[in-house]
T-cell receptor
């Protein structure tokens, strides 16, 4: 079945450091790919998405490129801020007898001042 | 003007009790979901409704029963609560079933004692 694998956290960075959170997937169809962010005590918020190979999703300085050849959708940001501290979830949506979105296990990011 | 609102935000109850969580969305979306998030932040789909019709019913105990009176509401009723039901429950909605991006509620933290 479909699955999403994210790098384990927590990831701890200093402010202005470069961020990469790895995400790989397996899917039987042609999924759409997403990154969501969850701040403490809140629900998940859609951060960015890509619907086909080579698409780049971007929002608030975060980027991720849909790489079909490596089945990856790594999240990057050039310069993190303390306010980026949160849990980040990679997800895919695929049609396997009905649309379903599957989430990765989440990666917690701590950014120190 | 909250997009997806859940009530209550916190719920503490004894084992064996029956409780309900309500969810309403004002986005005009036609698909709604219930997810369970455990203490390690892992998110698992429980149910999905499209235009009041059940389309996803994962392996969830029969004690959990969703009800969708109209496409803007999806409530979750839980009978005979058990300790293992303690988690954060998230309601979400989307336009269409292809998961083009979910809008999540802020969650209901259920604690069974």
């Amino acid at each position: 079945g479909d699955s999403v694998t994210q790098m384990e956290g927590p990831v701890t960075l200093s402010e202005e450091a470069f961020l990469t959170i790895n995400c790989t997937y397996t899917a039987t169809g042609y999924p759409s790919l997403f990154w969501y962010v969850q701040y403490p005590g809140e629900g998940l918020q859609l951060l960015l998405k890509a619907t086909k190979a080579d698409d780049k999703g971007s929002n608030k300085g975060f980027e991720a490129t849909y790489r079909k050849e490596t089945t990856s959708f790594h999240l990057e940001k050039g310069s993190v801020q303390v306010s980026d501290s949160a849990v980040y979830f990679c997800a895919l949506s695929d049609y396997t007898g009905g649309f379903k979105t599957i989430f990765g296990a989440g990666t917690r990011l701590f950014v120190k001042a | 003007d909250t997009a997806v609102s859940q009530t209550p935000k916190y719920l503490v109850t004894q084992m064996g009790n029956d409780k309900s969580i309500k969810c309403e969305q004002n986005l005009g979306h036609d698909t709604m979901y219930w997810y369970k998030q455990d203490s390690k932040k892992f998110l698992k789909i429980m149910f999905s409704y499209n235009n009041k019709e059940l389309i996803i019913n994962e392996t969830v105990p029969n004690r959990f029963s969703p009800k969708s009176p109209d496409k803007a509401h999806l409530n979750l009723h839980i009978n005979s609560l058990e300790l293992g039901d303690s988690a954060v429950y998230f309601c979400a909605s989307s336009h269409g079933q292809d998961g083009g991006g979910y809008t999540f509620g802020s969650g209901t933290r259920l604690t069974v004692v």
